[in-house]
């Protein structure tokens, strides 16, 4: 009788529109009420300010990046709901090489030392998009999340997620290590928005208190291109509120000069109204360098 009369409470509440759902129904727009109600597995790990389906557009499970055949406009925007996200590993994130031009080759993420076995947890909520060995990455996990970033933890020793998982901030996904192409244990972390690497400390501090930079960030070519930016040491970093200030920036930005048959450093200064010091500079290349057709170089 008692429970008879408990359940009657709780239909009557639900009803009534008392009984408390764990998302706040009257912060919600009316499209984001209609995913509620098609898909309440999604709404209920979302960040709410970015409701989507991320499994709806290139979903593969089977490849690293699905979006290869997407054209992609700049600048690009980036929201978060919080100030801060989930550490991927519990000791003191001390990097050892950063997004940037490494050994003649772009590096596409930033590497962070840890013990083979160390635990790896997940940045933010999300579902995990592939969970495969890939060549280089070695054993990776790749996990899509609300805002539509995909965060790449790589070099792995072990798994505790496949594609497919719903995962949460703070989720342990598997072990570090250094599978693939790594010299020592490490983790590789990319952070990539539709296939594009982004600059991950443009968006995040490495530090005790893992800050996200801002909630809204516009993110220009710039912070994208593994040319522009030296492995061994962090950016000046200037971010963009605005969708006006990013794309004045984008317009500033450096040129790209791919070299030629016949080129000099003397005649692409020449030719660039620059100085072959500057292109020096801005390449991390020495002047005695031997130039090589195809390849690119920033003019300041
Ligand atoms: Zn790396």
Known sequence: MKSLFSTIIII?????GYCQSPINSEKLKSKDTFLLKRSPTV???LTLDNVIDIKADYWNTAVFNPYRNKKIEFPIRLKFSDSSYSSPITRNKVITSRFGWRNGRGHHGIDIDLITGDSIFSMFDGIVRFAK???GHGKTIVIRHYNGLETVYAHLS???VKANDTIK???YIGHGGASGNARGSHLHLGIYHQGIAIYPEYLFEFGKNNNIRAKEIWITKKWTLAYLHNSKKQSVLN???TKKEAQVAHKREKKIYTVKRGDTLSRIALRNNTSITSICKTNYIKSSSVLKIGQKL???
């Open 298 to 300: 920033i003019i300041k």
């Open 158 to 160: 072990k798994y505790a």
């Open 133 to 135: 060995y890939s060549t």
């Open 43 to 45: 709404i209920d790990s």
């Open 12 to 16: 009557t509440m639900t009803l009534c």
């Open 169 to 171: 901030q703070g989720q």
């Open 239 to 241: 971010l963009f509120a």
